[in-house]
């Protein structure tokens, strides 16, 4: 039996609309993926803390902010503090084209701006969780 | 592994319950190992209808419980989609407020396949977070259905929790989930009718219980308390809360210390341990078992078997017990050749 791919959908920064967190949190149910869901206005460490906890795969953030380019280092630093250096990170919302490459710097493994399709998003996600040791000892 | 969740290192405990959850084959070693260290958890089952304010109350509770200095797990369980077998697991969104705490340890669980499959992972996690030195762990269910009845029975203590609502309609309060309460907790009190549903679930406790102890009193066995969870003279007391406000949760904590002082002063807290690891050995020797003697008989014996049943050749029950003579015997061989 294959065991259900574990991902954390986080909403940091302080505005406050999870619509598109919720929507995509039903769509990797949807493709068979247990979503842990934490709500709106989540500190980097609190999004730390929990994907310590639920020992998840992936952490996906949906942005629309405008403050990616802070969050996103902030997050993986949350991250690095609690050992989870290989755990990789989605981003979702708005985010300029210009963006891009230098979040993949910081650190964001995929980016998917309003329009990307919820089956490409799974896809992606099947397809990190496969390559990423998952498996490694601690 | 094992000295590293007993120093309580969290990423430790939390690959540990993956482990668990995923029934990985080194699952069971690292549980050997850490079964010496459990039994000293108190084990809360926390259930009722969805929306109720099952995880808002179980937030506080955790709260209160940190000031008062004792160390909480939750394990919040949420049912999977059937079809997709994935799930969305949000009783994390109204435990906000414990965030930063290296006293409290929250895990979200989705109950994927099966019944028993779910209690038992359940039970083995817990046991985990047990051995981890958490003083309590609260295990948060939608009551849907027999699996809350079947996780309930894990704990030492199942705390319902109803709404207003019910007016003096007892027939609203689902069947079943009364005779499982230790505490009954009717939250969202802020809204209209609290009263009522308090003196509605006061009568039929009242009812329910005199019924039980004539029972008891005929026939008095440890084996009433996990059957019928309906125990002689312990009535659960009822509180009421509004937990989105942290009113009324002093309350509760004083009826969870109260069952519990009640379960330790008269040796109920032994028989209960006992009467589960009862039913947890006869169901481990029950699947081992039933392993074995399919191990013994190959899929294409069992199809001619059914093919002789189906041609009224033979009858299903004499087919099935010359199937056993034969397999049990040949466990038997098996046995003293080794
Ligand atoms: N008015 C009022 N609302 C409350 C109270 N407690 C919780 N709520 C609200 O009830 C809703 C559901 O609360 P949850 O704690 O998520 O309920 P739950 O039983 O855990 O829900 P599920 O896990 O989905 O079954 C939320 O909007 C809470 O804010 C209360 O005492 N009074
Ligand atoms: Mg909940």
Redesign the pocket.
Known sequence: MTRPIRVLIAKPGLDGHDRGAKIIARALRDAGMEVIYTGLRQTPEMIAEAALQEDVDVVGLSILSGAHMALVPRVREALAAQGLDNVPLILGGIIPEADHAPLRELGAAGIFGPGARTEEIAAFIRQLVNVKPTLEDV | MLARLLNGDRRALARLLTRIENQDTDAVAMLTALYAYTGRAHLIGVT??????????VSALTRALRERGRTVALLAV?PSSPFTGGAVL??R??MRDLAGDSGVFIRSMASRGGLGGLARTTRDMARALDAAGFDFVLI?T?GAGQSEIEIARLAQTVLV?EVPGLGDDVQAIKAGILEIADVLVV?????PGAENTVRALRTMLELGHAAARERLRADFTVEDRVENTVLSDWMPPIVQ?????GRGIGAVIEALDAHRAYLRSNGHWEQIERRQLELELLHRLRDGLLERLLDQLSMGEIGAVIDQVQSRAIDPYTAVSRMLAETTMMIDQSHSER
């Open positions: 009722g209808a969805p929306g109720t304010g099952k995880s808002t109350l949420d949000g009783d969104v109204r948060e939608v929790v939250n969202k009190a802020d809204r809360t509004v937990a989105s406000e």
